[in-house]
């Protein structure tokens, strides 16, 4: 069990932590402020410190609930079970609208920044999107594979670079400057980099 997860949850607990990481996101790790974090959650100093007594406890309870809803739904969780051709382009649209979200945009910039000090934030980054967005789509690649619609391959690696190439197009420019694609835009992205996987492994079926 880890620091974060072995502290104290009182009655005032949730609204502490949420309101930390709306501050914590806005503002990052050493830009954040107490003041402001009790401001936010309309509690006192001890309050706050009755349920995190370090500033660095209550940023690793707030980034791990915010991981949580950032990957609780997939862009890949209802997908169609029609052709690759038609589905592969749908589903990279969906990636690219989940990866631009403001939410996830801040949260992957604080965890990015932070990546040094709390590495095992980047590294729980790294699983929810390897389980909730590469794993799916593998699965989806392979009962493409199956029914004869796309070639054999490693479906795993597959996986990672159409997610790559959907986030390094979109995601990166919004963590970076703060501005984002128009919907044409992230459409575009996502059906180019469907185009190009297609034409590399496009199958018999």
């Given at each position: 069990?880890?620091?974060?997860?072995?502290?104290?949850?009182?009655?005032?607990?949730?609204?502490?932590?949420?309101?930390?990481?709306?501050?914590?996101?806005?503002?990052?790790?050493?830009?954040?402020?107490?003041?402001?974090?009790?401001?936010?959650?309309?509690?006192?100093?001890?309050?706050l410190y009755s349920y995190f007594p370090e500033k660095s406890l209550m940023f690793q309870a707030a980034m791990q609930a915010e991981l949580h809803d950032a990957?609780?739904?997939?862009?890949?969780?209802?997908?169609?079970?029609?052709?690759?051709?038609?589905?592969?382009?749908?589903?990279?649209?969906?990636?690219?609208?989940?990866?631009?979200?403001?939410?996830?945009?801040?949260?992957?910039?604080t965890i990015t920044a932070e990546g040094v000090r709390f590495p095992h934030i980047a590294a729980a980054y790294d699983a929810a999107l390897a389980t909730r967005i590469i794993g799916p789509l593998k699965a989806h690649i392979d009962t493409w594979i199956e029914r004869g619609q796309i070639e054999r391959q490693d479906s795993d690696l597959s996986a990672r670079q159409l997610v790559a190439m959907v986030l390094g197009q979109v995601q990166q420019r919004a963590v970076m400057t703060g501005s984002g694609l128009t919907k044409e835009q992230l459409m575009t992205c996502a059906r180019a980099a469907a185009e190009l996987f297609l034409r590399r492994h496009a199958g018999t079926g």
């Open positions: 069990m880890d620091n974060a997860s072995a502290l104290k949850q009182g009655r005032k607990y949730k609204i502490v932590r949420d309101s930390a990481a709306v501050i914590f996101l806005r503002d990052g790790y050493a830009g954040a402020s107490v003041d402001d974090i009790t401001r936010e959650a309309r509690v006192s100093k001890a309050t990957f609780q739904k997939s862009p890949f969780d209802k997908l169609s079970d029609r052709n690759v051709a038609e589905v592969l382009p749908r589903a990279l649209t969906a990636l690219a609208d989940w990866a631009v979200a403001q939410q996830r945009v801040r949260l992957l910039r």
